[in-house]
């Protein structure tokens, strides 16, 4: 008999001790950002680079942080081939402003395009621990361009609709 | 609130082993006083003679007092527990649990209510060795539990690592799961001690092992009617504090070995 109360003890704090499964892991895919991939607008199967991109919400006062050890400006500027971006969970449309060569010198060189992300939402659920997580169905997207300064992004193609992991390109911009 | 939750059986599981100790002593000084008040009569009577001893049966019906009592002072929380065992021979008793419970479950991400009721059966067998005509029980073991219940999501976060268009408020499902079902087999260690004349007083702790589980689709079942909270994996514990009523219905002599020389007198 004492041996079952003392297991029971033991068991009973090794529990108290390891109760932590309501916090969520960092590696539990939740909501998925949409993943964009640039490519060679001459050579569509070569991935290119962009310089110093920023990428701003509509009506958000700051844009999207790509870098986040730097301390200045740059850390919302990517010279990258690949970024990801947070699409809306509370609206049906997303819309980015897409800033290429940005805070150059050479005013020309900034070249600005807005593009309107059209995508239907679904709520998924994850764990006690995550909540649930937003899923999306990537429909559509409209090109504006409301500096005038004409397109950057020639060609966009949805590649992947479902958007619920990051670990896939969902949208190919050629430029 | 889990650490409560183990930390409550903790305590009572120490009183558990202060209790034996105490109550021990005091149940032989009145059984010591008994025997002494009936030596000079059987001495009178016949010379050498132990009265015989018998073992009552019947069956024991109660209630949880720590699901009842819950209910008052956490608004979260309605439920009842019935239990009951009949004695089937010296040491095995037939056990079982009837109850109801609704929960609502607040995680930091979802609020959800699990409403049902449940049924637990199995037996429960006696190790504590008992003096003359005590009849205290430290129980081990076993059960199989079903349940049958539904849940419905109250409120719900969504997780978004990347908050840039801010942090959406909980949104509002109400969504109902209906025909659910759970069975699971649990250990159950208990104490009951008789606190006077047919009335036991009790606890005990259930380790669970849930074996089926129905799921709501697009949902996890939180909280189990009898089953509790569930875990990643698929164990369970549980608690209750009863008082019980002892029925007996028959009773039945004890044959000790040492009473073979002397006839038996009636």
Same mark, same amino acid.
């Given at each position: 008999?004492k041996?079952?109360?003392?297991?029971?003890?033991?068991?009973?704090?090794?529990?108290?001790?390891?109760?932590?499964?309501?916090?969520c892991?960092?590696?539990?895919?939740?909501?998925?950002?949409?993943?964009?991939?640039?490519?060679?607008?001459?050579?569509?199967?070569?991935?290119?680079?962009?310089t110093?991109l920023?990428?701003?919400?509509?009506?958000?006062?700051?844009?999207?942080?790509?870098?986040?050890t730097?301390?200045?400006?740059?850390?919302?500027?990517? @010279?990258?081939?690949?970024?990801?971006?947070?699409?809306?969970?509370?609206?049906d449309?997303?819309?980015?402003?897409f800033t290429?060569? @940005?805070?150059?010198?050479?005013?020309?060189?900034?070249?600005?395009d807005?593009i309107?992300?059209?995508h239907?939402?679904?709520?998924s659920?994850?764990?006690?621990?995550?909540?649930?997580?937003?899923?999306?169905?990537?429909?559509?997207?409209q090109?504006?361009d409301p500096?005038?300064? @004409?397109?950057?992004?020639?060609?966009?193609?949805?590649?992947?609709?479902?958007?619920?992991y990051?670990?896939?390109?969902h949208?190919?911009?050629?430029f | 609130?889990?650490?409560?939750?183990?930390? $409550?059986? /903790?305590?009572?599981?120490?009183?558990?082993?202060?209790a034996?100790?105490?109550?021990?002593?005091?149940?032989?000084?009145?059984?010591?006083?008994?025997?002494? $008040?009936?030596?000079p009569?059987a001495?009178?009577?016949?010379?050498?003679?132990?009265?015989?001893?018998?073992?009552?049966?019947?069956?024991?019906?109660?209630?949880? +007092?720590?699901?009842?009592?819950?209910?008052?002072y =956490?608004?979260?929380y309605?439920?009842?527990?019935?239990?009951g065992?009949?004695r089937?021979?010296?040491?095995?008793?037939?056990?079982?649990e009837?109850?109801?419970? &609704?929960?609502?479950?607040?995680? =930091?991400?979802l609020?959800? %209510?699990?409403?049902?009721?449940y $049924?637990?059966?199995?037996? =429960?067998?006696?190790?504590?060795?008992?003096?003359? =005509?005590?009849?205290?029980?430290?129980?081990?073991?076993?059960?199989?539990?079903?349940?049958?219940?539904s849940?419905q /999501?109250?409120?719900?976060k969504?997780?978004n690592?990347?908050?840039?268009?801010?942090q959406?408020a909980? +949104?509002?499902?109400?969504?109902?799961?209906?025909g +659910?079902?759970?069975?699971w087999?649990?250990?159950?260690?208990?104490?009951?001690?008789?606190?006077?004349?047919?009335?036991?007083?009790?606890?005990?702790?259930? +380790?669970?092992?849930?074996?089926?589980?129905?799921?709501?689709?697009?949902?996890?079942?939180?909280?189990i009617?009898?089953?509790?909270? %569930?875990? &990643?994996?698929?164990?369970?514990?549980?608690?209750?504090y009863t008082?019980?009523?002892f029925i007996p219905?028959?009773?039945k002599?004890? $044959?000790?070995?040492?009473?073979?020389?002397?006839?038996?007198?009636?």
């Amino acid at each position: 008999m004492k041996k079952i109360i003392s297991f029971l003890l033991i068991f009973a704090f090794g529990l108290s001790s390891c109760e932590k499964d309501d916090i969520c892991d960092p590696d539990t895919p939740t909501t998925p950002r949409l993943v964009i991939t640039f490519y060679d607008i001459n050579n569509s199967t070569v991935r290119k680079r962009v310089t110093n991109l920023m990428v701003i919400g509509k009506d958000q006062k700051e844009a999207i942080v790509f870098n986040k050890t730097a301390t200045d400006d740059t850390r919302f500027l990517t @010279s990258g081939d690949s970024i990801a971006i947070p699409l809306r969970t509370d609206a049906d449309t997303t819309t980015y402003k897409f800033t290429i060569n @940005s805070g150059n010198p050479n005013a020309s060189l900034i070249n600005s395009d807005e593009i309107t992300f059209v995508h239907s939402r679904q709520n998924s659920y994850v764990s006690r621990a995550c909540g649930f997580k937003t899923i999306f169905n990537l429909s559509a997207f409209q090109r504006a361009d409301p500096a005038g300064d @004409s397109v950057w992004m020639q060609d966009i193609f949805i590649i992947n609709p479902n958007i619920e992991y990051e670990n896939e390109t969902h949208v190919k911009v050629f430029f | 609130m889990l650490k409560y939750f183990f930390s $409550i059986p /903790l305590l009572f599981s120490m009183f558990l082993v202060h209790a034996q100790e105490t109550a021990k002593p005091k149940e032989t000084v009145q059984e010591k006083q008994k025997a002494e $008040i009936q030596k000079p009569m059987a001495q009178e009577a016949v010379t050498d003679t132990i009265l015989p001893k018998t073992n009552r049966y019947g069956l024991r019906v109660g209630v949880d +007092l720590y699901k009842l009592t819950r209910g008052f002072y =956490d608004k979260d929380y309605k439920g009842v527990e019935f239990v009951g065992d009949f004695r089937l021979t010296k040491k095995y008793y037939l056990a079982a649990e009837l109850g109801f419970e &609704d929960k609502t479950t607040d995680d =930091d991400r979802l609020n959800s %209510t699990a409403t049902g009721t449940y $049924i637990k059966g199995g037996f =429960d067998y006696n190790t504590y060795q008992n003096w003359l =005509d005590m009849e205290n029980l430290i129980t081990i073991g076993l059960r199989g539990g079903f349940s049958t219940f539904s849940q419905q /999501l109250n409120t719900y976060k969504i997780y978004n690592a990347n908050p840039y268009w801010g942090q959406q408020a909980p +949104l509002v499902s109400g969504e109902k799961y209906n025909g +659910l079902t759970a069975a699971w087999l649990e250990v159950a260690v208990g104490m009951k001690a008789k606190v006077f004349n047919n009335v036991f007083v009790g606890f005990g702790v259930q +380790l669970k092992l849930l074996v089926s589980n129905k799921e709501p689709g697009n949902f996890e079942n939180l909280y189990i009617p009898g089953f509790n909270r %569930t875990y &990643d994996g698929n164990f369970g514990v549980g608690f209750n504090y009863t008082v019980s009523y002892f029925i007996p219905l028959y009773k039945k002599k004890v $044959i000790v070995p040492e009473l073979k020389n002397v006839s038996p007198k009636k």
